[in-house]
C-alpha cells in the first residue's frame, strides 16, 4: 500500500531509518501531492501537480506563523523526538518563504529543545533560489536526492515538471558544502542501478564530493508493478565500490538489518 498523504504541516513522531524519532514538517498542501518530480518509486503514488512554480497554489500552502505556531506547541510538549524533517506531500523547498521557516524553525529550536536536530529531504530541485541555498548552511542535515549520473536518466526516474533542468542541479550540488546525497536505487524497467548507471553517478558524487551518501532500495509499495528491488547485497557492492572509486563514504539501508559503513 502507498503511503497516504499527510494531513496537516506536522506529522508523526515517526521511527526513521537512519535517524531515529523524527517529527516531520510538510509544507506543502494536505489533499494533493505538490512536486517538481513525479519520481517512478514516490512512496506518496503519482505527483498530482508536477510544477517548480508554487504562485498559483499558494493559498494551499501553510504560511509561516502556521508552522511556527504548530512547532512551538510540539517543541514544548513531553513528546520525544530527536529530529525535525521537513519532507511531506512533495518538495519542501519550493514553499516561497522557505528560507524564513528555517530561520523560525532554528529559533524555537534553540529555544525549547537544543539538542534536536534540523533535518531536510529535498529533491534539491529548490537550489536555483538563492535563499533556499543560504538556508541550508543553518540546517543540521541537508539531504539532497541525486538518484542517478545522466539527464536521460533523471528523465526516466525522476519525470522533472517542466523548466527543471538536471544541469541546475548538479551544478548547484557541486557548489554546495557539507550536504548529504541520498539515492534511491531500483531494479526493473526503469532502472538505476545496472553497471553504466552506476559508474554514471559515481562520477558526479566524485565532484559533489558530499559529507556522506546515503543509499538505498524501495521498501514498501510503489506506483509501479514494473520496478524491482535492489538486493542488499547489490546495495552493499555500490556502496564499497562508490567508497574505492570517489573517496566518498557511503552508507548503504535496508529493511530490518543496518547495513556497511564504507
Ligand atoms: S521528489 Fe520526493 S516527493 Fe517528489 S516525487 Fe520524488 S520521491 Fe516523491
Known sequence: MLLPLQQGVLYGPVKSRRYGLSLGVNLMPCG????SLNCVYCQYGLTSVGTIDLAPYAADLPRVEEVAGALEEKLRSSTPFN??????????TLHPHFAEIVDETVRLRDAHRPQVKIALLSNATGLTTPAVRQSLAKID???LKLDVGTEK?????NRPARRVRFEDIVEHLINLQNIYIQSLFVD???ANSGRGDIIAWMA???????REAHIYSIDRSVPSTQLKLVSPARLEEIASTAYRQTGVKVRAFYPRRRAVRA
Open 32 to 35: 494533493y501531492k505538490l512536486c
Open 83 to 92: 529530529l525535525i524533517t521537513f519532507s511531506g506531500n512533495g518538495e519542501p
Open 141 to 143: 542535515l541537508p539531504i
Open 153 to 157: 536518466g533523471f528523465l526516466a526516474i
Open 188 to 190: 526493473g524497467t526503469p
Open 204 to 210: 558526479l558524487l566524485r565532484r559533489i564530493r558530499p
